[in-house]
């Protein structure tokens, strides 16, 4: 009895030794399973609508194109709502928004989103983390501020928000993409990827919503943050977004 | 300084069943307790163990241990020898405890692999099976000698 209580404390002390020698490299691994929990959600949406007859000189693309059409722009302002839920300080390094038809997404063996992309197409491997596959897609747009971006602080506290808004101008050469934001429902579709301060393994939160716009004449809106007699203010640095009340 | 040649096979068997038995015996207890053919030849290893200077006879005839002295390749635990191998084998196996550990981190957050880690994991586990064996089989050795 002695004797196995004594070697098997021998042999504890010489396993934990081999450990201890290790720990150069296991103590900053470990660190890696540190994570923030993010969350995000696109709770704005303007979609400008502009038509441009492809007649018009300046525009004329290729007349010999029987497919030719006249040129649509979309202008897009998508806000973000990004919310760090952890205890942790966060550092924001990714961010994308988007706007299609059908937009599906594949997280593990878990499919969200559209019906018909998730009947019709096969997206393989489903088991290979995240994926997002999109059908008439009106707008994309992804940041990477993981470094130096002009006037943007990549910081997010803990239990804070931060409003983040995505704007540009695209041509939506689609029918189908156009008529699907000019009558129909589209899906929207918001990521955001973060690290926690210092060690610490990046983590990604996405949200999809099926939203029919309202219509502004041409233009569509997608709101459920802002009230009539509120407007948005942009930071300088083009990416933080405030609510101010109109005077 | 004792020779490992001088202390080996069976004279080594019965010097580290007295350091077990730790009473004063006499040539018919080794006998038995060894596995021996005869007290003579008992009585012979003993005598020698006294004459190395590893055992005192007392008034009754019996030999006590008068020195605990280091055997090559072991370590004394309490009473008993056991193979410094199966203790190194128990390092190599926190080793790669910790190496599968960094593994495991690794491909759960889908981190890259290094080849050249994965090399020397296996190289740990070599090492750790090894001395394992090897101590066993020398602890299996010493008692059957």
């Known amino acids: ?247 | 300084m004792l020779s490992d040649e001088e202390l080996e096979g069976t004279t080594l068997k019965v010097y580290v069943y007295i350091v077990k038995y730790g009473k004063p015996v006499g040539p018919r207890e080794v006998m038995r307790g060894v596995n021996l053919s005869s007290p003579s030849v008992a009585l012979r290893h003993l005598q020698k163990l006294e004459a190395l200077g590893l055992l005192q006879k007392n008034s009754h005839g019996k030999y006590t241990i008068k020195e605990k002295v280091n055997i090559k390749g072991h370590f004394w635990v309490g009473r008993n020898l056991v193979p410094r191998l199966i203790f190194y084998s128990f390092f190599f196996m926190g080793v790669l405890i910790a190496e599968i550990t960094i593994l495991t981190i690794r491909f759960s957050i889908n981190e890259p692999m290094q080849t050249e880690f994965l090399f020397l994991t296996s190289i740990t586990a070599i090492a750790t099976i090894l001395f394992l064996i090897e101590g066993i089989m020398l602890h299996l050795k010493t008692k059957k000698d």
Not at chain 1, 35 to 54: C, P, T
Not at chain 1, 86 to 95: N, T
Not at chain 1, 203 to 221: E, I
């Open chain 1, 1 to 247: 009895m002695e004797l196995h209580f004594k070697v098997i404390l021998g042999s504890i002390i010489a396993l934990m030794l081999g450990i201890a020698a290790t720990s150069p490299i296991l103590v900053p691994n470990l660190a890696l399973t540190t994570k923030i929990q993010l969350d995000v959600d696109v709770v704005y949406a303007y979609f400008g609508v502009q038509e441009f007859n492809s007649q018009i000189t300046g525009l004329w693309r290729n007349s010999s194109n029987i497919y030719e059409y006249d040129l649509r722009f979309v202008s897009y302002f998508i806000v973000l709502n990004i919310t760090n839920l952890s205890d942790k300080l966060a550092i924001i390094e990714e961010f994308e928004a988007s706007a299609a038809q059908e937009i599906l997404i594949c997280n593990g063996t878990n499919r969200v989103g559209s019906e018909r992309l998730r009947e019709n197409m096969s997206v393989s491997p489903s088991n290979v983390g995240f994926n997002v596959e999109m059908e008439n897609r009106i707008v994309t747009d992804f940041r990477d501020v993981s470094r130096y971006y002009p006037g943007w602080s990549q910081y997010l506290s803990p239990k804070t928000s931060r409003l983040i808004a995505l704007t540009g101008i695209v041509e939506v050469s689609n029918t189908a993409a156009y008529d699907a934001l000019q009558s129909g429902t589209i899906y929207l579709f918001g990521r955001v990827k973060g690290r926690p301060l210092g060690e610490g393994t990046s983590s990604t939160a996405f949200c999809l919503k099926h939203v029919q716009p309202q219509g502004v004449g041409k233009d569509r809106l997608y709101n459920c943050v802002i009230s009539e007699n509120q407007m948005w203010r942009m930071d300088t640095n083009g990416l933080d977004v405030y609510i101010e009340t109109r005077r």
